[in-house]
Structures are given as structure tokens and as C-alpha cells.
């Protein structure tokens, strides 16, 4: 299964049993937080832990590219990947 939430709000705790539907709880966080902070790009992390018997230990980061026109996103974004 998987847990997903964005960072220490654990109270907003997703779990999802079926991984089929992963992706669609994952963009759909994403939406709840860019709503909640008014943005198009939010520097609050979204934590997605997922349990499996016998698994190894992994953490990724999946950091967004600099490839907005804007320079305040750019400047946000630089300020992520930092």
C-alpha cells in the first residue's frame, strides 16, 4: 500500500491500497495543495511512502525543471531545487 500527504499535515493522510489509482491520488494532492496556497508551484513537499514485504530502503526526489518563462517561478523553482 502507499501513504501519501503533504509534508506534516498527516492529518490529510491518503492511503491507497490499489497502485492502479496511485497516480490519480498523487495528482490529485498535488491539486489540493496548489489550491490551498494559491500557486501554480508550491515549495511544500508532497511525502508518498510506500510499504511493501522485503523492500530495500529508497528515497527520490523528483525536483521540477527551470524551464518556465516567468521569473518568479524561475526564481521559485531554483529556490525548490536548492
Known sequence: YAEIC???????LKRVENFDNLSNEILEMQETLLKKEKTIISETPLEIKLFKNNAPELTLYDLPGITYKKEDLCIKIKNVIT
Open 6 to 12: 503533504i509534508e506534516n499535515e498527516r492529518l490529510n
